[in-house]
């Protein structure tokens, strides 16, 4: 579909190359933001780690720039741009028209200089290709009968449409990217062996230069970011190029007939936003919502511009250090510095010869397989909804309902370790779960009331069953709050530890020996009865009462402690554990009634 006398010349493109944007997984810190911030949700998790599905990617590189711990990664094409530039082959460096905000602070001229003194022979912008490219827009849109149309040059926009909407592959104007457009008429005014370098504001143009479809105009294609790197590189290493070759300052092209990467300037200013028959998207996750509701009926635009970003000024690769406003505000200024002549482009474009500029696209739809209903429901039982009325559909997960989590882990995309309700729900599970099995008081090292109540059970039951004998000795601190007072709280904590080791160093290994609360210890004395049970008592208090505590918190004096005990034993009148303690504390509560320092006993047992 070329016009008479129209120019197309092209390399090439088929080339062995690795996947465009990869994941670096010893790198990756499991904060899943890339999957979250995925709009084609092309990052699976597996085995903890995040993996890109390659087929699924449209290469928009939110994921890179989402990551903190950069473990995704863009490909580096720089290798293949230093090999043509030690060639002997005259190579044109062709700049994205973003390349002042891209390469800020560097002024154009200082871009020119240091891309002169890495060895291109020439500079040249995609100005021109995108008013080139306007031209073909209207020209379509033009035409009586002109059907729905997506207008986009944008390579994640068409690769979107490719997988994701294949239904809509015939709706994308067949119209070439700017650059293409502008190495070939690079091909067509410069000599046949130019070598041609596209510099891009985005990662997926990279990964487009090589599709067959477009004749690989261009040799290699790098991003700004790249070529920053290669011009600092360049600077720190010196080499045998002057970094300040002498460049003159060259004519401005002023752009009269397009606006970001080729749109027409008439086909946006006719276009009323309250008429629908204009649509502009920016973002995948609009233009998806926008093509289902075209399906559904639910409005049918006559057109839509589409783009990634908010202009390729936002790309990936541009500053991305840098607002949107800040660049826009650098573009601007470089735009209407003074000193620099403009060339209007209606005025070249009557001189310049014509290039093809007409593409085709063929759909390459994802083939996404769909567990039936049944299964669904099931795989959300397994993440805990009983039912589809109880998903929460937060999107914590990185997809938007709890259904379709559900289907990408049928696809072995996902699990539910990334539905982070559940884990939440999970974790406070297991930590109950956990302190349940704690049995060990942590200040003192002696059991807890935990241990000790199922102790108490068990004992009980075997004294109900076979008779043998039980006796339980409680045991308060006389006047604790003073002790408190005295040494404070991290002396009295030692004295309580003191004590602990105290009783249960003095008692057998088949007795037990708890903190039950503040300064109360338990001793379960199984086959003990109520005499020797007090015996137990008695000595126990003497051995506290006798010993001298440490000094702690500063405090050198002679501290001394003394406590009380109640003692009880199991009769057949209780009915469980909690008779015996109860027995046990009427006990210590008489001794502490009497005075300190004292034994009491129970009446019963």
Not at 114 to 124: D, K, Y
Not at 287 to 313: F, H, Q, W
Not at 380 to 392: I, P
């Given at each position: 579909?070329?016009?008479?006398?129209?120019?197309?010349?092209?390399?090439?493109?088929?080339?062995?190359?690795?996947?465009?944007?990869?994941?670096?997984?010893?790198?990756?810190?499991?904060?899943?933001?890339?999957?979250?911030?995925?709009?084609?949700?092309?990052?699976?998790?597996?085995?903890?780690?995040?993996?890109?599905?390659?087929?699924?990617?449209?290469?928009?590189?939110?994921?890179?720039?989402?990551?903190?711990?950069?473990?995704?990664?863009?490909?580096?094409?720089?290798?293949?741009?230093?090999?043509?530039?030690?060639?002997?082959?005259?190579?044109?460096?062709l700049l994205a028209s973003e390349f002042t905000a891209a390469l800020h602070p560097l002024t154009p001229l200082a871009v020119e200089r240091a891309l002169a003194g890495l060895g291109f022979s020439s500079v040249e912008t995609t100005a021109l290709g995108e008013e080139i490219v306007a031209i073909e827009y209207e020209r379509i849109a033009a035409r009586e009968g002109t059907p729905f149309t997506i207008r986009s040059t944008c390579p994640v926009v068409v690769d979107f449409v490719r997988k994701y909407h294949p239904a809509f592959v015939p709706a994308l104007a067949p119209v070439v990217p700017p650059y293409v457009a502008q190495a070939r008429l690079i091909r067509a005014m410069y000599s046949d062996d130019v070598a041609i370098v596209y510099v891009s504001p985005c990662f997926a143009r990279k990964d487009e230069v090589f599709d067959p479809h477009l004749e690989g105009p261009v040799d290699a294609a790098i991003d700004f970011l790249e070529l920053k790197q290669m011009i600092v590189s360049q600077e720190r290493g010196g080499g045998h190029r002057a970094m300040h070759a002498n460049v003159t300052a060259r004519p401005r092209i002023l752009k009269q007939l397009s606006l970001t990467d080729g749109f027409p300037r008439e086909a946006l200013a006719k276009g009323s936003p309250t008429d629908g028959q204009v649509h502009v998207v920016r973002g995948i996750p609009d233009l998806d919502r926008l093509l289902?509701?075209?399906?559904?009926?639910?409005?049918?635009?006559?057109?839509?511009?589409?783009?990634?970003?908010?202009?390729?000024?936002?790309?990936?690769?541009?500053?991305?250090?840098?607002?949107?406003?800040?660049?826009?505000?650098?573009?601007?200024?470089?735009?209407?510095?003074?000193?620099?002549?403009?060339?209007?482009?209606?005025?070249?474009?009557?001189?310049?010869p014509k290039v093809e500029v007409v593409r085709s696209f063929?759909?390459?739809?994802?083939?996404?397989?769909?567990?039936?209903?049944?299964?669904?429901?099931?795989?959300?039982?397994?993440?805990?909804?009983?039912?589809?009325?109880?998903?929460?559909?937060?999107?914590?997960?990185?997809?938007?309902?709890?259904?379709?989590?559900?289907?990408?882990?049928?696809?072995?995309?996902?699990?539910?370790?990334?539905?982070?309700?559940?884990?939440?729900?999970?974790?406070?599970?297991?930590?109950t779960a956990l302190e349940a099995l704690v049995t060990i008081d942590e200040l003192t090292g002696v059991w807890n009331d935990r241990a000790f109540d199922e102790r108490l059970g068990l004992e009980m039951a075997r004294h109900a069953r076979y008779g043998t004998p039980l006796s339980l000795v409680l045991l308060d601190i006389d006047g604790f709050g003073a002790v408190n007072d005295l040494l404070g709280e991290s002396g009295a904590d030692e004295v309580l530890k003191r004590i602990a080791e105290t009783l249960a160093g003095s008692v057998r290994s088949t007795d037990m020996v708890a903190r039950l609360r503040g300064d109360q210890f338990a001793v379960l004395l199984p086959g003990v009865g109520k005499t020797a049970a007090f015996a137990v008592a008695e000595k126990l208090r003497a051995l506290v009462r006798e010993q001298r505590m440490p000094a702690v918190s500063g405090y050198t004096g002679d501290v001394r402690v003394t406590m009380s005990a109640g003692v009880a034993s199991a009769d057949k009148e209780m009915l469980g554990g909690d008779d015996l303690l109860a027995a046990a504390e009427n006990a210590l509560l008489e001794a502490v009634q009497q005075g300190s320092d004292r034994v009491g006993i129970a009446a019963s047992g």
């Amino acid at each position: 579909m070329s016009d008479e006398g129209v120019i197309s010349t092209g390399r090439p493109a088929a080339r062995e190359r690795e996947p465009l944007i990869v994941h670096d997984k010893p790198s990756c810190t499991e904060c899943w933001g890339c999957v979250r911030v995925c709009p084609v949700r092309a990052i699976r998790v597996v085995e903890g780690r995040s993996e890109i599905i390659q087929e699924k990617c449209v290469a928009c590189g939110l994921c890179v720039g989402e990551c903190g711990a950069r473990a995704h990664k863009v490909r580096d094409d720089t290798p293949a741009v230093r090999e043509l530039l030690r060639s002997r082959r005259p190579v044109v460096a062709l700049l994205a028209s973003e390349f002042t905000a891209a390469l800020h602070p560097l002024t154009p001229l200082a871009v020119e200089r240091a891309l002169a003194g890495l060895g291109f022979s020439s500079v040249e912008t995609t100005a021109l290709g995108e008013e080139i490219v306007a031209i073909e827009y209207e020209r379509i849109a033009a035409r009586e009968g002109t059907p729905f149309t997506i207008r986009s040059t944008c390579p994640v926009v068409v690769d979107f449409v490719r997988k994701y909407h294949p239904a809509f592959v015939p709706a994308l104007a067949p119209v070439v990217p700017p650059y293409v457009a502008q190495a070939r008429l690079i091909r067509a005014m410069y000599s046949d062996d130019v070598a041609i370098v596209y510099v891009s504001p985005c990662f997926a143009r990279k990964d487009e230069v090589f599709d067959p479809h477009l004749e690989g105009p261009v040799d290699a294609a790098i991003d700004f970011l790249e070529l920053k790197q290669m011009i600092v590189s360049q600077e720190r290493g010196g080499g045998h190029r002057a970094m300040h070759a002498n460049v003159t300052a060259r004519p401005r092209i002023l752009k009269q007939l397009s606006l970001t990467d080729g749109f027409p300037r008439e086909a946006l200013a006719k276009g009323s936003p309250t008429d629908g028959q204009v649509h502009v998207v920016r973002g995948i996750p609009d233009l998806d919502r926008l093509l289902k509701a075209i399906a559904a009926g639910e409005t049918a635009p006559a057109v839509i511009d589409a783009l990634n970003c908010e202009g390729c000024i936002d790309g990936p690769a541009v500053n991305p250090g840098m607002s949107l406003f800040a660049k826009r505000n650098v573009d601007r200024a470089a735009r209407t510095a003074p000193g620099v002549a403009a060339v209007s482009t209606r005025t070249l474009m009557e001189v310049l010869p014509k290039v093809e500029v007409v593409r085709s696209f063929r759909p390459d739809p994802v083939h996404l397989p769909r567990p039936s209903d049944a299964l669904i429901d099931a795989l959300l039982a397994d993440g805990g909804f009983a039912s589809r009325a109880e998903v929460l559909d937060c999107g914590a997960c990185g997809y938007p309902t709890c259904v379709e989590h559900a289907e990408a882990i049928f696809r072995g995309d996902s699990s539910w370790e990334m539905c982070f309700p559940l884990q939440r729900r999970r974790l406070q599970q297991a930590e109950t779960a956990l302190e349940a099995l704690v049995t060990i008081d942590e200040l003192t090292g002696v059991w807890n009331d935990r241990a000790f109540d199922e102790r108490l059970g068990l004992e009980m039951a075997r004294h109900a069953r076979y008779g043998t004998p039980l006796s339980l000795v409680l045991l308060d601190i006389d006047g604790f709050g003073a002790v408190n007072d005295l040494l404070g709280e991290s002396g009295a904590d030692e004295v309580l530890k003191r004590i602990a080791e105290t009783l249960a160093g003095s008692v057998r290994s088949t007795d037990m020996v708890a903190r039950l609360r503040g300064d109360q210890f338990a001793v379960l004395l199984p086959g003990v009865g109520k005499t020797a049970a007090f015996a137990v008592a008695e000595k126990l208090r003497a051995l506290v009462r006798e010993q001298r505590m440490p000094a702690v918190s500063g405090y050198t004096g002679d501290v001394r402690v003394t406590m009380s005990a109640g003692v009880a034993s199991a009769d057949k009148e209780m009915l469980g554990g909690d008779d015996l303690l109860a027995a046990a504390e009427n006990a210590l509560l008489e001794a502490v009634q009497q005075g300190s320092d004292r034994v009491g006993i129970a009446a019963s047992g």
